[in-house]
T-cell receptor, first 115, second 116 residues
Framework: AQSVTQLGSHVSVSEGALVLLRCNYS??????LFWYVQYPNQGLQLLLK??????LVKGINGFEAEFKKSETSFHLTKPSAHMSDAAEYFC?????????????FGAGTQVVVTP | DGGITQSPKYLFRKEGQNVTLSCEQN?????MYWYRQDPGQGLRLIYY???????QKGDIAEGYSVSREKKESFPLTVTSAQKNPTAFYLC???????????????FGSGTRLTVV
């Protein structure tokens, strides 16, 4: 079985400051890991994914995440926050041995960007 | 462009009515999913399907029903047995890892259902 924990349901960051969203996972086998973003009244959009290639993954809109097996973490970062980054962010995990590929989602982190 | 389409975007239901939410994809994905989203509760899985004419209950299937008569379509019916149906509903689709590799889910833009 797999699970994912996002630390902090709300994060406030100043425009231009570092964005850091924390995600820790639990998995009995190597995982696939994903970050999604959701703007109000919209569906989820894939930001980036780790599927056992490079441990530092670059995504859209300047975001990146690093897979750290020893820490079972997949934290999302962006060097400089923009007002348009205000949204909800979801981390998700799937087992590489799962023939379904079913995703387990974290509870989400709401990001507020202040001027 | 390939994608996944949910309709309608907004839906209002009277007490005791059944309503059906549409989900169509042209991505040739095998698997399809329905999620319910309530404020502060993340995503909760209602039903999922891997193949035509087959589907499985998720974590909160009570009061909902689905069908998968075509690969492209996975409609969700919210029945009168669902006591608190007001929520944002998301449909998603994906490839199956054993067939073509796994790249995560593609989501529709959602349907907001309100009981009036």
């Amino acid at each position: 079985a797999q699970s994912v924990t996002q630390l902090g349901s709300h994060v406030s960051v100043s425009e231009g400051a570092l964005v850091l969203l924390r995600c820790n996972y639990s998995s009995s086998v190597p995982p696939y890991l994903f970050w999604y973003v959701q703007y109000p009244n919209q569906g989820l959009q894939l930001l980036l994914k780790y599927t056992s290639a490079a441990t530092l993954v670059k995504g859209i809109n300047g975001f990146e995440a690093e897979f750290k097996k020893s820490e079972t973490s997949f934290h999302l970062t962006k060097p400089s926050a923009h007002m348009s980054d205000a949204a909800e962010y979801f981390c998700a995990v799937s087992l590489t041995t799962d023939s379904w590929g079913k995703l387990q989602f974290g509870a989400g982190t709401q990001v507020v960007v202040t001027p | 462009d390939g994608g996944i389409t949910q309709s309608p975007k907004y839906l209002f239901r009277k007490e005791g009515q059944n309503v059906t939410l549409s989900c169509e994809q042209n991505l040739n994905h095998d698997a399809m999913y329905w999620y319910r989203q309530d404020p502060g509760q993340g995503l909760r899985l209602i039903y999922y399907s891997q193949i035509v004419n087959d589907f499985q209950k998720g974590d909160i299937a009570e009061g909902y029903s689905v069908s998968r008569e075509k690969k492209e379509s996975f409609p969700l019916t919210v029945t009168s047995a669902q006591k608190n149906p007001t929520a944002f509903y998301l449909c998603a689709s994906s490839t199956l890892p054993r067939r073509t590799g796994f790249y995560g889910y593609t989501f529709g833009s959602g349907t907001r259902l309100t009981v009036v």
